[in-house]
């Protein structure tokens, strides 16, 4: 038999996979429902990082990379009181399993995004804000505790 030909175009450069993870606010994953958040994306692949208030008027994008340790502008928005998770990276495998685990282990989480080439430029708070909004929105005006 003959052997196999690839399907990839002569020099055409393959993107290295990005670790995926997930930027959480107002879940603390050393306790209660933020614990259970932080297994499961640990479960599919992903590390957690935990935006901080001192970071709600940086770009969405920005919080992403930085982590807690950066601080941004100040935010003269409203102070989101939701929970929220930013997931950065996700495949859709990914996705669907953090969604399907998270309803098995009950830690379900309402407001979430994955960040976009149009939404990383948006100051995480008005984000957060904007994706809780719309959760309520389309839920009924149901809230996730």
Aim: glycine share 14%; hydrophobic share 40%.
């Amino acid at each position: 038999m003959g052997a196999k030909t690839s399907k990839k175009k002569p020099g055409k450069k393959v993107k290295p996979s990005r670790p995926a993870y997930a930027v959480l606010w107002g879940l603390d994953p050393s306790c209660g429902k933020g614990t259970q958040v932080a297994a499961v994306l640990r479960e599919v692949g992903a590390s957690v990082r935990v935006a901080a208030p001192n970071q709600l008027g940086m770009p969405a994008g920005l919080v992403a990379r930085a982590g807690a340790g950066v601080a941004g502008p100040a935010y003269d928005g409203p102070v989101p009181t939701c929970e929220f998770m930013l997931l950065c990276g996700f495949s859709n495998e990914q996705v669907n399993g953090l969604i399907a685990k998270s309803r098995e282990a009950g830690c379900t989480v309402g407001a979430k995004a994955l960040l976009t080439p149009a939404n990383k430029n948006w100051p995480l708070g008005r984000l957060i804000c904007a994706v809780a909004g719309e959760h309520e929105a389309m839920t009924g005006g149901e809230r996730q505790e």
